[in-house]
């Protein structure tokens, strides 16, 4: 290409790159007038066409200026955590019922033969995307048949094992997703 031709295309590169479109009518007739080889200006025409449509792609993707000050959209609703709840479960070959008294939550099975030392273990889980964390373990006599548990809005997983004199285990209730507010919802059963 001829240097008459270079700096015409610089400048429709230059409009381009500010923002603007180049005047493709008046940089076309310029390059015709320049007096070039027919060759490098047909190269020259196509190469400014190139340019124009970056030009008109460019506009088209950008974002429209308000006119007036957006206002800020809502805030998110305060808490999340109706949505990302888990549902209460349990796993069992005993049956465990659920006790609110006085503000206290309560875990009550009944008595099991054969069973002489229950242990009693509780985990916390902070956020959905968290381990459980051991938080409490107790050992409760044979003929013991319930456990309060302390709950708050943090995931609580219990463990009841029953075991007899040998220590193999009899009885066992794997209790998760329990909280303060979800105490009441129906568990959903799994088969141990």
Not at 17 to 26: L, N
Not at 116 to 123: C, F, I, K, L, P
Not at 175 to 187: E, P, Y
Request: aromatic content about 2%; overall charge positive.
């Amino acid at each position: 290409m001829t240097d008459l031709l270079a700096p015409i295309l610089a400048e429709a590169r230059a409009a381009v790159a500010g923002g603007g479109a180049p005047d493709v009518d008046a940089l076309s007739a310029r390059i015709r007038a320049a007096g070039a080889a027919p060759a490098d200006e047909r190269r020259a025409l196509d190469q400014l066409d190139r340019v124009a449509r970056v030009a008109r792609a460019r506009a088209t993707l950008a974002e429209p200026t308000p006119a007036a000050p957006v206002a800020p959209p809502a805030a998110p609703p305060r808490s999340l955590r109706p949505l990302l709840r888990t549902r209460p479960t349990i796993t069992a070959n005993m049956d465990v019922r659920r006790e609110e008294a006085g503000g206290r939550h309560r875990l009550v099975w009944d008595v099991a033969p054969g069973v002489t030392a229950w242990e009693v273990r509780v985990s916390v889980r902070p956020n959905p995307r968290a381990e459980y964390d051991v938080r409490d373990t107790q050992t409760l006599p044979g003929d013991a048949t319930g456990v309060d548990v302390e709950l708050g809005d943090a995931t609580v997983r219990v463990h009841l094992l029953g075991r007899d004199r040998g220590g193999r285990l009899v009885r066992r209730a794997v209790m998760s997703g329990l909280t303060a507010a979800g105490w009441g919802d129906r568990w959903q059963r799994r088969a141990s």
